[in-house]
């Protein structure tokens, strides 16, 4: 009977895995030819950013596409960020610090939407920068949609840390592109988002969620989605992917996904919720499975198929989205990634539930 009930879940597990690999079958294909020159408010919330900030606004100030401005507003930092901003001799830029009693990335971006002048709203993170042709494509779908989600990868070196946190990554951008695309969910990167400035007023921006430290791109997606799911758009273009940067130590990591964690349990009982829910589940018996035959007694030939076909089911969607964005999955390294990444996801799925104290930029949270 357990076998059965086994088999049954990764069969829908595979099932799901291939409707978002399909999601990406062709989507290069999907770009379209406009012109437009609406103006537009790109927000940056800043907080200890001095390392990252001056090549997120040289790449923004190269861009083809030049009717923007800049809002950059600081979130109370500790260090020298702000000089360097400062240092940009241009009108388009405009240096806003956030008022003593408001604190953390949503009050940041409300604060800076509060004072932009233009019809669409963009946020990128301060340590994220972009291609010369990354706002012109973003803006092409402006007249058809009234938000854009934008792709986002994470740059990795050669570090195993680093290529851990890119795969993992890439495969969330393969969720996020897949739910937009079938309607079914909603998720977002506030490294890479447009809105319509009416529309983040209307559905009252951040209202309901400030108190939670991370999800300002989930919770507003959301609200748009209950608006109008018809109006939002994964943009598949290369051209509009920023390039992040990952965390450079276990530490710094750890604190970030706790971070991102945080957000789980205040998502409901939606398609989204229920979807991760199924996922960490059929993570925690995938490591069940491999920790058994470790210990206890070798695999079954049902168990060894199950867990072959679930790696290779996210190794067929590691490929599909990493062609997108340009990197190629090594079949040598894929095992070990495969096997680490199954034990984070069971692990994290835990932690997120778990209010444990951290620090995030020198601030807890």
């Given at each position: 009977?357990?076998?059965?009930?086994?088999?049954?879940?990764?069969?829908?597990?595979?099932?799901?895995?291939?409707?978002?690999?399909?999601?990406?079958?062709?989507?290069?294909?999907?770009?379209?030819?406009?012109?437009?020159?609406?103006?537009?408010?790109i927000?940056?919330?800043?907080?200890n950013?001095?390392?990252?900030?001056?090549y997120?606004?040289?790449?923004?100030?190269?861009?083809?596409?030049?009717?923007?401005e800049?809002?950059?507003?600081?979130?109370?930092?500790?260090?020298?960020?702000?000089d360097?901003?400062?240092?940009?001799n241009?009108p388009?830029?405009?240096?806003?610090?956030?008022?003593?009693?408001?604190?953390?990335?949503k009050?940041?971006?409300m604060?800076?939407?509060?004072h932009?002048?233009?019809?669409?709203i963009?946020?990128?993170?301060a340590?994220?920068?972009?291609?010369?042709?990354?706002?012109?494509?973003?803006?092409?779908?402006?007249?058809?949609?009234?938000?854009?989600?934008?792709?986002?990868?994470?740059?990795?070196d050669?570090?195993?840390?680093?290529?851990?946190?890119?795969?993992?990554?890439?495969?969330?951008?393969g969720?996020?592109?897949?739910?937009?695309?079938?309607?079914?969910?909603?998720?977002?990167?506030?490294?890479?988002?447009?809105?319509k400035?009416?529309?983040?007023?209307?559905?009252?921006?951040?209202?309901?969620?400030?108190?939670?430290?991370?999800?300002?791109?989930?919770?507003?997606?959301?609200k748009?989605?209950?608006?109008?799911?018809?109006?939002?758009?994964?943009?598949?273009?290369?051209?509009?992917?920023?390039l992040?940067?990952?965390?450079?130590?276990?530490?710094?990591?750890?604190?970030?996904?706790?971070?991102?964690?945080?957000?789980?349990?205040?998502?409901?009982?939606?398609y989204?919720?229920?979807?991760?829910?199924f996922?960490?589940?059929?993570n925690?018996?995938?490591?069940?499975?491999?920790?058994?035959?470790?210990?206890?007694?070798?695999f079954?030939?049902?168990?060894?198929?199950?867990?072959?076909?679930?790696?290779?089911?996210?190794?067929?969607?590691?490929?599909?989205?990493?062609?997108?964005?340009?990197?190629?999955l090594?079949?040598?390294?894929?095992?070990?990634?495969?096997?680490?990444?199954?034990?984070?996801?069971?692990?994290?799925?835990?932690?997120?539930?778990?209010?444990?104290?951290i620090?995030?930029?020198?601030?807890?949270?």
């Open positions: 009977m357990a076998i059965f009930v086994l088999v049954i879940l990764f069969f829908f597990y595979s099932l799901t895995i291939i409707k978002v690999i399909l999601s990406w079958k062709g989507v290069l294909k999907k770009e379209i030819k406009s012109n437009t020159k609406l103006y537009v408010s927000i940056i919330p800043v907080r950013e001095f390392d990252n900030i001056s997120c606004i040289e790449s923004i100030l190269d861009q083809s596409y030049q009717n923007f800049v809002i950059v507003v600081d979130d109370h930092s500790v260090d020298y960020s702000m360097r901003v400062k240092y940009f241009d388009r830029i405009h240096l806003l610090n956030c008022p003593k009693n408001q604190h953390g990335k009050a940041a971006l604060y800076g939407i509060d932009a002048q233009y019809t669409w963009v946020t990128i993170d340590d994220t920068v972009f291609q010369p042709l990354w706002l012109e494509n973003m803006m092409k779908y402006s007249n058809q949609y009234d938000c854009l989600v934008g792709p986002v990868k994470l740059q990795a050669s570090k195993l840390l680093s290529q851990f946190q890119m795969w993992d990554f890439m495969a969330l951008q969720f996020t592109k897949a739910g937009i695309d079938r309607r079914k969910y909603f998720m977002a990167n506030g490294a890479n988002l447009a809105f400035k009416a529309w983040f007023s209307k559905v009252g921006g951040y209202e309901g969620n400030t108190h939670i430290a991370s999800g300002d791109d989930y919770f507003l997606l959301e748009f989605r209950r608006m109008d799911s018809s109006k939002i758009m994964y943009v598949p273009s290369r051209e509009s992917i920023g992040s940067k990952p965390m450079v130590n276990v530490k710094d990591f750890y604190a970030q996904r706790m971070r991102w964690g945080g957000k789980m349990k205040h998502l409901g009982i939606n989204m919720g229920l979807l991760l829910i996922i960490w589940i059929i925690v018996l995938w490591c069940t499975l491999v920790l058994r035959a470790i210990f206890i007694t070798p079954s030939n049902i168990e060894l198929a199950l867990i072959i076909i679930k790696m290779a089911v996210d190794y067929l969607l590691l490929s599909s989205v990493g062609s997108f964005f340009k990197e190629r090594s079949p040598l390294s894929y095992p070990f990634l495969s096997f680490f990444h199954a034990f984070y996801m069971a692990l994290a799925g835990l932690m997120s539930v778990v209010s444990l104290p620090k995030w930029k020198n601030r807890a949270v």
